[in-house]
């Protein structure tokens, strides 16, 4: 009973802290900008909004587009229960849990893919074939990621693979992973998340004809997804295994913080890359995992 | 009742079926329904009880007494046909009926008995001799299945390339059965693991029944085979007769010696079918031939597994081979499960439409709900995602191959591409169930046939429900399917016959189970909500544009643009287009088409080489006396001058 | 010491890679001018003790390769007025995977090959074999000439460092004079690429052909 409700609190944890991360996010770029930029808890508002308001659905849509979304999001939820919150550890770990966690991402982007295509438009289509077809580099590179931690701890559950610091190859496996981060939540320079022109999006083009809580869910997803990036990320680079809980809890905060400051920084310095560009980012992603992995091989040292 | 009898009910009640299938086509459906079931029955008593059923008689074939053997390793192989050939049958009623096939169907039907009934022989033969006797009749069966409607070109042109590429691969396998005869002196087939000098043949049996699985690159008959059998034949020929072709080379990987590259060999076919299979997938715009690509892309996931647990056995049985080889052995069952309920499906929509053009259909939900949502169901099991039967497979050949890779060593070098690319092969796969999946089933209607489709009816919708059960079974009590993968893989290695269950196993069903659960309530209490705010329906966004039309939608070729061109190289699609440069262009069309480049750019000019060649040394031969003595004296100075030079030794 | 040799030896096969997937001019150029600076500081941290010759040596690499042909390129891009995208004739994302692979091969070849003790555990043959392959790479995969150059650039750093093999046996004279070829190449280089570009309007190398008759 005490471990359904530990669970319970976790996950709960999780869905409350996820949106605070597009607000840090959006404040630095205001910084940046110099201008005063929306309240940090502004996502918070919009889905509170969101909840409340009706829903507008395509006439083409089958009964599947709001279960889709649906799946999605709580895809990426059962996802955010795999992953070890530092001194908290996971809610749940067991021998190849990370191998679950990188489905279960792809899960969530099967059902928000097909979500739209539903609504028969041609320019979610293209928003799809888009997010389908750089998920394919970017899942090469989360694997490698994964191998390079695997050969580090020799474990494939995500609690022992993330509990010491990633070795020699840290550097070069935080670099690949946070291009992968930008890319699989569609940051700049992979994808605008504030432009609305529809040809030359990803992600934010195949939620168009999103409304209401069907909207909601889908930007909490999203917004858990990034923090769920951001956690790995940290903790593939930071020993929180070794270091103190309250220590580890202070560093892990600091550095999911120090990650989306990082995010916003890279958005207002950055402009998107022209389309034909993404793939080679996104290998070169995958080529600093792999390095990584191999570095992890040779003991650790270059 | 013991297997013995249960599998000469099945055996009686194939061949009553066999008879029964021209006049009584009841009798038939009857007959061969009991025997799948007797089957499944005599299958299910081998896997649980772990033992081996041998049957012996007197009675000879060809001079060889007749001599049955049903061990784990058939009986796991033997359940899904039997499960495939059962939902088959009662799928060909409705789907190939006498009212619309008056001469195929009842032929058909017959020829349907044959197939399962031998392939369920070349499972329990223990005979070299019959072995190749009932593979030949298996193979013959499969292409009168294949060229039911031999009126039309292209399923006469698949049937001969089918019959080609079998024959190529039987002879392999006869000269792999005669040379192992000639080695052992007689044809009785067994365990012979210590007589290393055999190993070479492994080669053989590699090049035999690897034809027959349609590994990359001898993979190239099975598309237009599988595209334009008949669903319900499309469906066994990919779900069960390929596998076929993986039960030889387990079944004679474990039986004899192997040399010591063939793990490696195994595993990087394995790979490059499982890539190259669903990049090809993706190029395709015939809804039957992208889904016999993906039989390629998913006996490559069989083979890495199978070649993991090959190189782990000659390293000293690691613990890692079996969980790979378990990964292999459940995609068998797996892939038998979705393919044939993806391949019914499709049978399903070529039966409303007419077309297996994807881009002529769309919006099919709102007159196939059944079909739509079996369909997507086999979609996300074959894209290998949670809670589904695919990812369970996919999972344990993960394991083993994570930790091929703490055994650190050349093996762990293996792993590293082998892991990476399967995770690839997984996204790819995604990607292309989603065009599948979204150009056929949602959108709006993109011709008048698909318009007008109508949904099928329950004989047809059975066997998928069927399918789809055994998909989500697997998915959500992987524990319960375990033993069978242990007695199987201990019939392949006796070392490892371990019965528990790897913990982790058990966790994931039920976190498979939470998924499924947690799936259905949210997605429930968001259409609550939804319904609650308020509904109102309205056209789609279309950025402003006055007159949207349903043609206008994302096709399945735009869909797969961009993958297809990062692999331009080697599916070298053939491109037709005439591109509108004036202000006000009267005609632009595009076209493009993926062939298979594996038979056009390398089969087809070797044999016409071949053809070439022999055309000219043919006009050797023209019947003029006169040049034949010519040719005599030719050859006597030939032979003068050989003498003289090699003379003074 | 291993450790700061064999991290300056992965950076500059990590430039290899970077020069490969570029898709502008000035970029290629700005990685083999870094990769040439960064090789020049090796010579200073394999010596045991500090050598004139040694110093010298460093300091002249240094400024050859880091300031003075990237200069002479910068200048020749301008005055030929070049426009600044690449023209590959292998895509860049193949390139860049060949290049990964070469230098993935290399390490797993200097592991094999029978090396004396003190150079078994560092980078620099691997990075010797990794940065005259993506040399040879860029020569092969790109036709303007300043990508060519660029390449040679690149296949002289990979020689450069075999050449650090050998630093206590041969004089550095020779690693001089090898500079000063180079110079004297980027030099005939920069007037070949004037040459062509006020005969044919174009610096496309595939365009030489035409030169046959």
């Known amino acids: 009973m005490t471990t359904a409700f530990d669970i319970l609190l976790r996950l709960l944890l999780w869905l409350l802290l996820a949106p605070l991360v597009p607000g840090i996010i959006n404040k630095v770029k205001a910084w940046v900008a110099g201008r005063r930029g929306p309240p940090v808890l502004q996502l918070y508002y919009d889905l509170a909004k969101l909840w409340r308001k009706g829903v507008v659905l395509s006439t083409a849509v089958s009964p599947g587009h709001i279960a889709g979304t649906a799946v999605a999001w709580m895809a990426l939820v059962l996802a955010a229960l795999l992953l070890p919150a530092g001194p908290a550890g996971a809610p749940l770990a067991f021998r190849g849990d990370a191998l679950l966690f990188v489905y279960l991402l792809a899960l969530a982007r099967f059902c928000t893919a097909l979500a739209a295509l539903d609504t028969g438009s041609a320019f979610e289509g293209m928003g799809a074939a888009r997010e389908v077809s750089y998920a394919v580099l970017g899942e090469a590179a989360i694997i490698t990621a994964l191998i390079a931690l695997s050969l580090q701890t020799g474990s494939v559950s995500l609690t022992t693979m993330l509990a010491p610091a990633a070795g020699a190859g840290a550097a070069l496996l935080a670099a690949g992973l946070f291009a992968v981060l930008l890319a699989e939540n569609c940051r700049v320079p992979f994808d605008d998340p504030n432009t609305h022109l529809e040809l030359t999006m990803i992600h934010e083009v195949m939620v168009l004809d999103h409304s209401g809580p069907p909207l909601a869910a889908v930007l909490h997803g999203a917004s858990l997804k990034l923090l769920m990036f951001s956690v790995l990320l940290v903790q593939a680079v930071l020993p929180a295994g070794e270091l103190s809980p309250l220590t580890a809890a202070c560093a892990l905060a600091g550095s999911v913080l120090a990650v989306a400051v990082g995010v916003g920084l890279v958005e207002s310095l950055l402009a998107r890359l022209a389309f034909r560009r993404v793939p080679l980012l996104l290998t070169t992603a995958f080529l600093l995992c792999l390095f990584a992995a191999l570095v992890s091989w040779r003991g650790g040292h270059l | 009742m013991t297997p013995g009898w249960l599998l000469l009910v099945a055996g009686l009640g194939m061949l009553i079926g066999m008879v029964s299938a021209f006049r009584a086509k009841r009798v038939w459906l009857a007959a061969t329904i009991t025997s799948a079931v007797a089957a499944l029955a005599a299958a299910a008593w081998v896997l649980k009880a772990g033992a081996t059923w041998v049957g012996r008689t007197t009675l000879a074939i060809g001079g060889e007494p007749i001599h049955l053997q049903l061990d784990g390793l058939s009986a796991f192989f033997l359940a899904l046909l039997a499960l495939l050939g059962g939902a088959g049958s009662l799928y060909a009623m409705a789907y190939w009926t006498d009212q619309q096939h008056p001469v195929s169907a009842t032929s058909g039907r017959a020829w349907w008995n044959v197939l399962l009934l031998n392939m369920g022989l070349v499972l329990i033969v223990a005979n070299g001799l019959h072995f190749l006797i009932v593979w030949e009749l298996f193979t013959v069966s499969a292409y009168f299945l294949i060229t039911r409607e031999r009126h039309r070109r292209e399923v006469r042109a698949a049937g001969w390339l089918y019959l080609a590429a079998s024959h190529a691969g039987t002879l392999c396998l006869f000269a792999f059965f005669a040379c192992l005869a000639a080695h052992t002196g007689n044809w009785e087939l067994g365990s012979m693991r210590e007589r290393m000098e055999l190993a070479p043949l492994f080669w053989l049996a590699l090049a035999g029944f690897g034809l027959k699985a349609g590994l990359f690159p001898l993979h190239i008959w099975l598309p237009s085979a599988h595209a334009n059998a008949p669903s319900h034949v499309s469906a066994i020929l990919s779900g069960v007769a390929i596998k076929m072709g993986i039960y030889g080379l387990v079944r004679f990987s474990g039986w004899l010696p192997v040399p010591d590259l063939a793990g490696w060999v195994v595993a990087g076919l394995g790979v490059l079918s499982a890539v190259l299979g669903v990049a090809f997938a993706l190029g395709q715009h015939d809804l039957k031939r992208l889904l016999a690509y993906h039989s390629v892309e998913n006996i490559g996931i069989i083979l890495i597994g199978l070649g993991f647990a090959m190189m782990a056995a000659a390293n000293g049985h690691a613990a890692w081979g079996q969980l790979a080889l378990a990964g292999g052995l459940l995609h068998v069952w797996n892939h038998g499960l979705f393919k044939a309920l993806l391949f019914l499906g499709a049978g399903s929509v070529l039966h409303a439409t007419g077309t297996r053009e994807m881009s002529r259909l769309g919006g099919l939900w709102r007159s196939m709900p059944w079909t739509a949502g079996l369909f997507t169901l086999g979609a996300v099991a074959i894209s290998g995602l949670p809670p589904l039967n695919g990812f369970v497979s996919e999972w344990l050949v993960f394991l083993g191959l994570f930790d091929a890779l703490s055994a650190r060593g050349a093996t762990a070098g293996a792993a590293i591409p082998a892991a990476v690319l399967l995770g690839v092969t997984g996204a790819l796969a995604l990607a292309c169930f989603v065009k599948v999946c979204g150009v056929v089933f949602l959108g709006l209607p993109r011709s008048k046939v698909a318009e007008q489709a109508h949904e099928c009816g329950w004989p047809m919708r059975i066997p998928m429900i069927v399918l789809g059960t055994a998909c989500v079974a697997i998915g959500l009590a992987p524990v319960l399917f375990w033993p069978a993968i242990v007695t199987a893989s201990a019939a392949w290695q006796p070392f490892w016959s371990e019965t528990a269950a790897p913990a982790p196993l058990l966790t994931l069903g039920a976190f498979h189970l939470v998924v499924a659960a947690l799936a259905a309530l949210a997605a429930f209490a968001l259409w609550r909500r939804a319904r609650h705010n308020g509904i109102r329906r309205t056209g789609t966004w279309d950025c402003g544009y006055a007159a949207p039309t349903p043609r206008m939608q994302y096709t399945a070729g735009s869909f797969a643009g961009i993958i297809t061109g990062w692999f331009r190289w080697i599916l070298r699609p053939e491109r037709h287009a005439r591109i509108p440069n004036e202000p006000f262009p009267a005609h632009a069309k595009f076209e493009e088409h993926t062939p298979e480049t594996v038979l056009e750019h390398v089969i087809e000019p070797a044999g016409s080489l071949v053809m070439r060649v022999s055309t000219a040394v043919r006009r050797l031969q023209h019947g003029r006396l006169q040049a034949y003595i010519l040719y005599l004296l030719i050859g006597l100075a030939a032979l003068a001058l050989v003498a003289l030079m090699g003379g003074g030794k | ?213």
């Open chain 3, 1 to 213: 010491m291993t450790g700061g040799l064999n991290l300056l030896i992965a950076l500059a096969m990590g430039l290899n890679l970077v020069a490969l997937a570029s898709s502008r001019l000035p970029s290629v150029i700005r990685a083999a001018a870094t990769q040439g600076m960064v090789l020049g500081l090796l010579p200073l941290l394999l010596e045991q003790e500090f050598h004139w010759m040694v110093g010298l040596v460093s300091v002249g690499t240094v400024v050859v390769k880091g300031f003075v042909i990237p200069h002479l390129l910068r200048r020749a891009l301008r005055a030929a007025n070049i426009d600044r995208e690449m023209e590959p004739l292998l895509g860049f994302i193949p390139s860049l995977l060949l290049g990964a692979g070469a230098t993935i091969g290399a390490v797993a070849l200097g592991g094999a090959l029978p090396l004396r003790p003190e150079h078994a555990n560092s980078l620099l043959v691997p990075g010797a074999f990794a940065t005259v392959v993506c040399g040879f790479l860029l020569l092969m995969g790109r036709a303007k000439a300043i990508s060519q150059v660029c390449g040679y650039l690149i296949l002289e750093n990979g020689i450069f460092l075999f050449g650090l093999l050998l630093i206590r046996t041969t004089p550095l004279i020779v690693e001089a004079g090898i500079l000063l070829d180079l110079t004297v190449a980027v030099f005939v280089i920069g007037i070949i690429v004037d040459r062509i570009q006020r005969e044919f309007d174009t610096l496309d190398t595939r365009k030489l052909t035409s030169l046959k008759e």
